[in-house]
């Protein structure tokens, strides 16, 4: 087979496996200030999707889409903290993850109730046709998730580094009990960190909706993805995800090609088991110490 083609698969699948990557981000965003996950991440991308795609067919610019889905992607972020996430916390229990599950459900029937089931096509501006690039093909749409993923992380990051906020952000991530001696709001840390994984969400469905379609289900299998990425980079990692989204994107169109389509998920799996096995913190986590 001509290296050619091998390029392109790998180059198409590692642009796709950065949707994983941001979504894999969203979950870092919280489990950094909360350790806690939001398992109904992929309904948030869909339900944001669809609400993007409404304000389309109302006749809003693309331009005014994107901030009002990311708007909206937000406000879903505060409200699973609040909601889901707020109570248990403080009662130190995990009953997060069966609350954060329910709104997932919740948030599917919703979909299925509001915009019905079957899957519609996201209209962009984009075109798709393809740029030859490095002696492979990349349409415009992915090098958009390109831009844009890179584009939202780097911003977090900087937002994190750079403004009294997002330092409060880093110090309740290190170790919330000095920060709120330090005084520092915990609590409102973790609802800015569920709404900016909201806000995430909502962009990875609109980066995503153009090149598949807007759907209930849309998301069911980016969100097993996503996860397998945050936990084989290590939960803490934004870095991390950035790579091992390229890699099992890459690795999922080859595996598709050689093996079969229908084993297409079977590496996300297969890196998933492996990391728990092997490297629990993740490649790029570390080790943690605990005294007693």
């Known amino acids: 087979m ?41 309904e948030l991308v869909m339900v944001s999707a669809f609400f993007s795609l409404t304000l389309i067919n109302l006749g809003l610019p693309y331009l005014l889409v994107i901030p009002g889905g990311l708007l909206f992607g937000a406000l879903l972020g505060l409200a699973v903290e609040r909601t889901g996430v707020r109570l248990a916390l403080e009662q130190k229990s995990e009953g997060w993850i069966l609350l954060t599950i329910i709104i997932g459900l ?9 915009w019905g089931r079957d899957d519609r096509p996201f209209p962009t501006p984009i075109p798709s046709t393809p740029v030859h690039v490095l002696g492979v093909d990349v349409t415009w749409l992915e090098i958009s998730v390109l831009v844009g993923v890179l584009a939202v992380m780097g911003l977090i990051e900087l937002f994190k580094r750079r403004t009294l906020l997002g330092k409060a952000v880093e110090a309740v991530a290190a170790d919330r009990d000095a920060a709120e001696l330090m005084g520092i709001s915990a609590t409102r840390t973790v609802v800015l960190s569920y709404a900016l994984s909201g806000g995430v969400a909502a ?4 980066l ?3 090149i598949t379609t807007v759907g209930p289900t849309m998301a069911a299998s980016f969100v097993l ?19 091992i989204g390229l890699f099992l994107g890459a690795l999922e169109s080859l595996a598709s090609f050689y093996i079969g389509s229908g084993w297409r998920e079977a590496p996300g799996l297969l890196l998933l088991i492996l990391a728990l096995a092997v490297r629990p913190t993740g490649v790029f986590g570390k080790a943690v110490i605990r005294k007693v």
């Open 225 to 243: 993805k996503a996860f397998s990425v945050a936990v084989v980079a290590g939960l803490e990692s934004g870095f991390g995800v950035v790579l």
């Open 2 to 42: 001509p290296g050619s083609i091998i390029a392109q698969m790998a180059v198409s699948g590692a642009l796709m496996g950065l949707v994983y990557a941001l979504i894999a981000y969203g979950f870092q965003l919280t489990y950094a200030t909360s350790k806690s996950l939001n398992f109904g991440q992929g």
């Open 106 to 114: 919740f948030l599917f029937s919703f979909a299925e109730n509001i």
């Open 203 to 206: 962009l990875a469905g609109i």
């Open 208 to 210: 995503v909706s153009p």
